[in-house]
Structures are given as C-alpha cells and as structure tokens.
C-alpha cells in the first residue's frame, strides 16, 4: 500500500501541464480508443496525453479499442516490447472505497497482455510475462510467467525456451 495515493491530495501536487489540458486529452483519448489509428500513432498519442510510453527500438504496441487512464495518465508507464490487446482497460483510479485512492500501473518489458484484460491500480505486472484473456489483475505479477482468470493468478512460469523465442524476434528483425 505504499505506492497509494488519495485521490484528493494527488490532484494538487499533479503536473499543471496535465491539469491545464484535461479537457483536451479526454476527447483526444476517446478518439485514440475509438478511430481507426495505426498502432504507431495510437503509442504516440498516449505518449502526448502523459501516458508514460516506450519508443525506443521496440515501441509498444497498443491494439484498437484500449482505455489507458485519461484521468491520471501519467501514473501508467508502459515499457517497451509490450504488447495490448484488443479491448484492454488499464485504471490507476478507485472510487469504490473510501477515501478515493490512485496509485501508479507499471506494465514491463516485453509483457503480453489478450484481448479484454482489465488492470487494477497500484499493478506491476512483471517484464516477459503474459497475461490470458479476460483476466483480471489485481495484484502484481512477477516477471516470467503466465496469469489468467479473474482475478488472476499465476499458472506457471516461461520456460527458458518461450523467452528465447521472444528474443530471438527481435534479432530476425533486426537482420532484415
């Protein structure tokens, strides 16, 4: 709980950038969700609204129809090589207890994320893992494994085989 905030006392201490263009990033979000975006422009968009987005040789990758937190953007980072499936809704607010909490969302290297997975504030989610579809993060997931169901839980760790794999694209890529 030490990376939580109450919703109150974050506002006042927020960037005045971010605080000043509000209004603009919620409609330039709804549009990032909604149009037809290359998912190069949709990262950069996310990017421009505070979103904490890698761009570096392996930009992350961020599917058609996902809600990335336009209240607080600037508590999700998202490092590279990760990749955001269809539908997924990412929160770094709790309005469902008392006091209102936000707390940061930290997605890792090279993290798979299916369609329609929905992360909870104050979530790690640990570099190389892979999350199933549908799930339910609600707590931290250490790097190198696979989670799925709601909430999730984590079925079993990568072998040292599937994330040689995963590196092993980026070199093909590379060589091109």
């Known amino acids: 709980m030490e990376n939580y905030y109450i919703m109150s006392e974050y506002r006042k201490q927020r960037p005045k950038r971010l605080e000043r263009w509000d209004w603009f990033f919620k409609i330039l979000s709804k549009f990032t969700r909604d149009w037809v975006f290359g998912w190069k422009m949709r990262s950069r968009l996310y990017r421009f ?3 904490n987005v890698a761009m570096g040789d392996e930009p992350a ?5 996902t ?4 209240n607080f953007p600037e508590l999700v980072t998202i490092d590279e090589g990760v990749g955001i499936g269809w539908r997924c809704t990412i929160f770094v607010h709790n309005t469902q207890r008392e006091p209102h909490i936000v707390a ?4 890792k290297k090279k993290v798979l994320l299916g369609h329609c997975v929905t992360v909870m504030p104050g979530v790690t989610i640990g570099e190389y893992s892979q999350i199933g579809c549908g799930a339910l993060v609600t707590k931290s997931i250490p790097p190198y494994s696979v989670a799925a169901g709601v909430p999730a839980k984590v079925i079993r760790q990568l072998t040292q085989e599937e994330i040689d794999m995963r590196n092993r694209e980026k070199a093909i ?3 091109r």
């Open 67 to 70: 809600w990335i937190e336009d």
């Open 104 to 107: 940061p969302v930290h997605i």
């Open 61 to 65: 990758y961020i599917c058609r129809e």
């Open 49 to 51: 609204m505070g979103v």
């Open 173 to 175: 890529k590379s060589s």
